[in-house]
T-cell receptor, first 120, second 109 residues
Framework: GAVVSQHPSRVICKSGTSVKIECRSL??????MFWYRQFPKKSLMLMAT?????????EQGVEKDKFLINHASLTLSTLTVTSAHPEDSSFYIC????????????????FGPGTRLTVL | SQQGEEDPQALSIQEGENATMNCSYK?????LQWYRQNSGRGLVHLIL???NEREKHSGRLRVTLDTSKKSSSLLITASRAADTASYFC?????????WGAGTKLIIKP
């Protein structure tokens, strides 16, 4: 089956620093990747939709200057949390949707294992 | 914004029993998907059911969809300890998933 990886799986950083999280589709091409944030009650919130080669579309209330998303290739999207603060501590999950021509099709999203960010 | 709402929020049953979780949503959908998440881990896709389907099976999982009531149910038969996890439904319209808060399922040995 399709595999999506995230790196790092866990990161601890000081307040004010920036953290980059990578999301890779390992064996399929993903024209669209999604970034989610998971809150303590375990509901997921969509942060942004990232299409390869174009600017990400952010959900209402998500600061685009704080959460920088780059989708430079069909297999890689990155989320950079800039000037991180303790309230940014969370579980960040990416997912990838297959390209229309891929075997995975476009209906199913494949999720990465998540990145636990702790900002001190 | 959240569209899916799941109930119960938490469910604890004995191993071997069946577990049923429900999901309701508010708008039209292309499909509805169920996912499992083990504590602190990423999500695993379980089943996708399209809006023109009423029931789907996968191993010990059975999903039903009632678009007139805007609801879906996930049934896990003959539960096992390894089924302990949080289960989420997500509705898909125009390829974006809208999530519910999930049901925490605990299987007691």
């Amino acid at each position: 089956g399709a595999v999506v990886s995230q790196h790092p799986s866990r990161v601890i950083c000081k307040s004010g620093t920036s953290v980059k999280i990578e999301c890779r589709s390992l064996d399929f091409q993903a024209t669209t990747m999604f970034w989610y944030r998971q809150f303590p009650k375990k509901s997921l919130m969509l942060m942004a939709t990232s299409n390869e080669g174009s600017k990400a579309t952010y959900e209402q209330g998500v600061e685009k200057d704080k959460f920088l998303i780059n989708h430079a290739s069909l297999t890689l999207s990155t989320l950079t949390v800039t000037s991180a603060h303790p309230e940014d501590s969370s579980f960040y999950i990416c997912s990838a949707r297959g390209a229309p021509t891929s075997l995975e099709g476009t209906d199913t999203q494949y999720f990465g294992p998540g990145t636990r960010l702790t900002v001190l | 914004s959240q569209q899916g709402e799941e109930d119960p929020q938490a469910l604890s049953i004995q191993e071997g029993e069946n577990a049923t979780m429900n999901c309701s949503y508010k708008t039209s959908i292309n499909n509805l998907q169920w996912y499992r998440q083990n504590s602190g881990r990423g999500l695993v896709h379980l089943i996708l059911i399209r809006s023109n389907e009423r029931e789907k099976h996968s191993g010990r999982l059975r999903v039903t969809l009632d678009t007139s009531k805007k609801s879906s149910s996930l049934l896990i038969t003959a539960s096992r300890a390894a089924d302990t996890a949080s289960y989420f439904c997500a509705t898909d319209l125009n390829y974006q998933l809208i999530w519910g808060a999930g049901t925490k399922l605990i299987i007691k040995p």
